[in-house]
T-cell receptor, first 116, second 115 residues
Framework: AQTVTQSQPEMSVQEAETVTLSCTYD???????LFWYKQPPSRQMILVIR??????QNATENRFSVNFQKAAKSFSLKISDSQLGDTAMYFC?????????????FGKGITLSVRP | NAGVTQTPKFQVLKTGQSMTLQCAQD?????MSWYRQDPGMGLRLIHY???????DQGEVPNGYNVSRSTTEDFPLRLLSAAPSQTSVYFC??????????????FGSGTRLTVV
């Protein structure tokens, strides 16, 4: 079974600065997807970024980028130029690459606060 | 395009009552799942479906039933509500292509309180 660990329960960052959220996972699979989801106070789950394990290039979406270290089973999210709207809970998630059992496994989440 | 629609958004039940949480998607997605979110626990999978007529259990299935008679709908039934089922419930859907599944789209959630 896969496990996803987010060891930092809370983080805080000053507006306009950069912050990195950590995530590690454990799997025996070679091909899989990794995701970061954002959950603002509205409760909506929003996909932030997606990484396919077979791709060596780190995924980037505007101010959000990942540092994917496959051998270390590490998948951190970097938020550049933090904005007040980035205040939210962030979840790291794992999914097998293919097949009927491709379900999302989530970490416990980290609460990020952006200070004005 | 509505995406994934969950109803109701809020619900209070008495212990022992039954109810159905509704989930509908209009994206023709084959994969649908139900999760519950509890403080400090992340999201945990209750049941999932890979297509109409096919369902399977997730990590925390006890006390819940599902069925999938159409591609669009995936209702979650609480058979006899218990206070331990107080949680926020999310429905999600995704599509597959060539055997690979892409990221899930989530509904806005249902906050359920069992008293």
């Amino acid at each position: 079974a896969q496990t996803v660990t987010q060891s930092q329960p809370e983080m805080s960052v000053q507006e306009a600065e950069t912050v990195t959220l950590s995530c590690t996972y454990d799997t025996s699979e070679n091909n899989y997807y990794l995701f970061w989801y954002k959950q603002p106070p509205s409760r909506q789950m929003i996909l932030v970024i997606r990484q396919e394990a077979y791709k060596q290039q780190n995924a980037t979406e505007n101010r959000f980028s990942v540092n994917f270290q496959k051998a270390a089973k590490s998948f951190s999210l970097k938020i550049s130029d933090s904005q007040l709207g980035d205040t939210a809970m962030y979840f790291c998630a794992f999914m097998r690459y293919t097949g009927a059992n491709s379900k999302l496994t989530f970490g416990k989440g980290i609460t990020l606060s952006v200070r004005p | 395009n509505a995406g994934v629609t969950q109803t109701p958004k809020f619900q209070v039940l008495k212990t022992g009552q039954s109810m159905t949480l509704q989930c509908a998607q209009d994206m023709n997605h084959e994969y649908m799942s139900w999760y519950r979110q509890d403080p400090g626990m992340g999201l945990r999978l209750i049941h999932y479906s890979v297509g109409a007529g096919i369902t399977d259990q997730g990590e925390v299935p006890n006390g819940y039933n599902v069925s999938r008679s159409t591609t669009e709908d995936f209702p979650l039934r609480l058979l006899s509500a218990a206070p331990s089922q107080t949680s926020v419930y999310f429905c999600a859907s995704s599509y597959g292509q060539g055997g690979h599944i892409y990221g899930y789209t989530f509904g806005s959630g249902t906050r359920l309180t069992v008293v």
